[in-house]
């Protein structure tokens, strides 16, 4: 039986998860501790932090692994190239995941290799936090280069609130230092995509339904993304200057953008899948088992990304405007062919956070249709019938 490591127990692996055991593998759990719901689901599981790449190394050869895996998060992804690396496994290298999951080494690589990013510096002091408002044109938003989930991203319009968000940013980070980059007034949306055998598999722009607070997060998506072909052009363009800048092959790509005057600019891109349900959307879009493909990649399996149709489709987080103790969940819809999934990730009497970011996540609703306008227009009115009500 062939082994599969999966990083991460929580709520976005759990579809991995269960792929990886519906395909007849033996799936080898990491997580640290916690209340995450993919622990029940593997086969063996081990406690460890999956930032402890020495550790990962340990048991990927003591359980000689056959492929590792991820989704939703960057966290582990470094883990993942140094066990590919150290294993010859498929998947991305760990310069890559070096490369990829820090925000400043991005950046720098990005410069070199022509994708159009936004202007940046690093910052590890006060003063150089006050001096990026004198060489960069303001707003700016100060980034951890170690989180995700819009964690420690603070837009700061001007000098005065420069120490709030440096203090914001140092409470999240685990470095010493972090950059500031101009804010760029335009259009979020998203990309994803794979590449195997250093081919581009596919890329699928989706819109970003965005929620704002420090800074935005996107809490739901869609396809399709109606763009220019000028624009898709470009899209290419940047993801393919990205994957070279970052070396990426094997994997997945999350890709971040903004759209500015026509024009793409790259946020971010990761090694691995988007959280908040956008392997569903790749799945649904394109009519394949987006999640078996991801896997089949990791073991050396011949993934297939065929496109058989471009299914109109859309999703949205489930949040909570306060925090407390859940003590209603009501559901008034009634089932229908085009309501693809609703689900909570937490049951009367746990405690929930009020939203601010992406893992403030309480559930999620997942939604088809002939026309995007009639998905949307539903998943509005689906949302309308949840209620969660907490004390
Ligand atoms: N240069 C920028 N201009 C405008 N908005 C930005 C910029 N950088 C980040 N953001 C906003 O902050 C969010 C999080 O930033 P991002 O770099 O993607 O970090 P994370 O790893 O938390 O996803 C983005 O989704 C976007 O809404
Ligand atoms: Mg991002």
Known sequence: MRKLMILGAGISQVPLIKTAK????????????????????????????????????????????????????DVAVKSIGKVVDVLGLSGLSYESSQLSTNKWEMKKAFM?????????????????????????????????????????????????QADYAFEEVRKVTKLDYFIAEEFIEGTEFGAQAFVYDNEIQFIMPHGDT??????????????????????????????????????LNNCAINADFILKDQK???????????????????????????????????????????????????????????SGEI???????????????????YEIGETISKFKVGTDRIGQVIIKGAHLEEVLKRLEKVMENIKVTVS
């Open 22 to 73: 519906e395909m007849g593998l033996y799936v080898v759990l990491l997580s640290r501790q916690g209340n995450y719901p993919g622990f029940s689901l593997a086969d063996k599981v081990y406690y460890e932090d999956t930032t402890n790449v020495d550790k990962i190394v340990e048991i990927a050869r003591i359980e000689q692994i056959d492929g590792i895996c991820t989704t939703g998060t």
């Open 112 to 160: 070199e290799h022509g994708v159009r990013t936004s202007k940046f510096l690093k910052v590890e002091s006060k003063e150089e936090a006050y001096r990026a408002f004198e060489v960069l044109s303001p707003p700016l938003i100060f980034k951890a280069l170690d989180s995700g989930a819009s964690r420690g991203i603070v837009k700061v319009v001007d000098v005065s």
């Open 210 to 247: 965005m929620f704002y607070g420090d800074a935005g997060v996107p809490i739901g998506h869609y396809v399709p993304y109606y763009l220019s072909n000028e624009v898709v052009e470009d899209i290419h363009n940047q993801i393919e200057q990205s994957i070279r800048a970052l070396c």
């Open 264 to 322: 793409v600019y790259v946020l971010e891109i990761g090694g691995r899948a988007g959280a908040t349900c956008l392997p569903e959307l790749v799945s649904t879009f394109y009519g394949f088992n987006y999640y078996e493909q991801m896997i089949k990649a990791a073991i050396h399996m011949d993934p297939v990304f065929h496109k058989q149709t471009s299914q109109p489709c859309a999703c949205e987080l489930l949040i909570a405007e306060k």
């Open 327 to 345: 003590v209603k969940l009501e559901n008034g819809n009634e089932s229908h062919e085009d309501i693809i999934q609703i689900s909570f990730d």
